[in-house]
């Protein structure tokens, strides 16, 4: 019985455990950037995420006083 030698490079690619804990590993990644991030720059994080709302809601208002304008003046 002869058995194949494959680098562990491509073995690793064909374990699901090999894939699921590197899916794992950069969720986790994620997650902890979130909160070192929070944690650390607590202030600046609440005011970019208030100031996210606003820019969207001011797009918003944009788009429609446009489209009421070319409604008004029939183009």
């Excluded at 950069?26 to 208030?50: N, Q, Y």
Aim: aromatic fraction near 10%; charge should be positive.
């Amino acid at each position: 019985m002869h058995i194949p030698f494959k680098p562990l490079s491509e073995r690793m690619l064909h374990e699901p455990f090999w894939l699921g804990l590197i899916t794992v590993t950069v969720v986790l990644g994620v997650i902890g950037l979130f909160w070192c991030a929070k944690r650390h720059f607590p202030e600046k994080l609440e005011k970019l995420l208030d100031e996210e709302p606003d820019r969207n809601r001011t797009g918003i208002n944009r788009q429609l006083y446009t489209m009421n304008a070319v409604t008004l003046l029939g183009i």
